[in-house]
T-cell receptor
């Protein structure tokens, strides 16, 4: 079956530090890959996505590249801000399964001024 | 576009009562809606998938008689927690998708915090 593994948190960084949150997956076929962000007390917001191998998703300074050879979709940002503090979820989905998503455990990020 | 709302955002109910949570797609027709449950500092657990006009498909271990899901229209799905108990306290999140949204991407509601006393 499908599964997603994220690096364990929490992650605490200083403002302007470099961020990497690792995500690896197991799936049959060619799923789409997503990063969602959840701010305190809120639902999930799509941060970025990639639909095929070697695609790079990017948004708000965050990037992730779909690496089929390493089955990874690591999230990176060159310079984090305090406002980036949130929980980040990696997920995979397949159109053929009606958009059903499989989520990783989530990684709590705290950015200190 | 692609906004999903949930109502209420927070609800407190007494043990043994039932509570209904609404999920609405505001600017698109959602042929499929998903209901998730999220425990503190945990990931989202898919409870059920509902398609408009048909019965919901529940995930293994989710009691269909306790968590009643109705998807009567293309813009509204409801989750009713029947005979609620303190262990049902959780953050419930819905999402919606439509063939018209390209990759059939899911759009998430803001969540409903349920507290059962």
């Amino acid at each position: 079956g499908n599964s997603v593994t994220q690096m364990e948190g929490p992650v605490t960084l200083s403002e302007e530090a470099f961020l990497t949150i690792n995500c690896t997956y197991t799936a049959t076929g060619y799923p789409s890959l997503f990063w969602y962000v959840q701010y305190p007390g809120e639902g999930l917001q799509l941060l970025l996505k990639a639909t095929k191998a070697d695609d790079k998703g990017s948004n708000k300074g965050f990037e992730a590249t779909y690496r089929k050879e390493t089955t990874s979709f690591h999230l990176e940002k060159g310079s984090v801000q305090v406002s980036d503090s949130a929980v980040y979820f990696c997920a995979l989905g397949r159109v053929a399964s009606g958009s059903r998503l499989t989520f990783g455990e989530g990684t709590q990020l705290t950015v200190n001024p | 576009g692609a906004v999903v709302s949930q109502h209420p955002s927070r609800v407190i109910c007494k043990s043994g009562t039932s509570v209904k949570i609404e999920c609405r797609s505001l600017d698109f027709q959602a042929t499929t809606m998903f209901w998730y449950r999220q425990f503190p500092k945990k990931s989202l657990m898919l409870m059920a998938t509902s398609n408009e006009g048909s019965k919901a498909t529940y995930e293994q271990g989710v009691e269909k008689d306790k968590f009643l899901i109705n998807h009567a229209s293309l813009t509204l799905s409801t989750l009713t927690v029947t005979s609620a108990h303190p262990e049902d306290s959780s953050f419930y999140i819905c999402s919606a998708s439509s063939p018209g949204t390209g990759e059939r991407e899911q759009y998430f509601g803001p969540g409903t915090r349920l507290t059962v006393t």
